[in-house]
Nanobody, 115 residues
Framework: QVQLVESGGGLVQPGGSLRLSCAASGNFFSAYAMGWYRQGLGKQRELVAR???????NYADSVKGRFTISRDNAKNTVYLQMNSLKPEDTAVYYC?????????WGQGTQVTVSS
């Protein structure tokens, strides 16, 4: 069983930055592919970024060049650095862990981009 706890959300002005963190409990964190998803009001949940066990990454086109996902296996934590934020980035951001058909979700953290 893996528990994921996100932090770092909040209100930021357009053009600003935030860093989200996701702390994972349990063992074998390094064996999990980790990801960040988001869900805006009235929208479907969508992938934002993923980082694999090899530390390879992929990103949604809408965030390429602005967001960076990273992981610290020693701290069982995955991060999402978000720069040049736009109002359309407003959403609840969820941490996700996947390994061998098992997946886990965090409770989500709200990010609001508004002036």
């Amino acid at each position: 069983q893996v528990q994921l706890v996100e932090s770092g959300g909040g209100l930021v002005q357009p053009g600003g930055s935030l860093r989200l963190s996701c702390a994972a409990s349990g063992n074998f964190f390094s064996a999990y592919a980790m990801g960040w998803y988001r869900q805006g009001l009235g929208k479907q949940r969508e992938l934002v970024a993923r980082i694999f066990t090899t530390s390879g990454t992929n990103y949604a086109d809408s965030v390429k060049g602005r967001f960076t996902i990273s992981r610290d296996n020693a701290k069982n934590t995955v991060y999402l650095q978000m720069n040049s934020l736009k109002p359309e980035d407003t959403a609840v951001y969820y941490c996700h862990a996947y390994r061998g058909g098992q997946e886990y979700w965090g409770q989500g953290t709200q990010v609001t981009v508004s002036s």
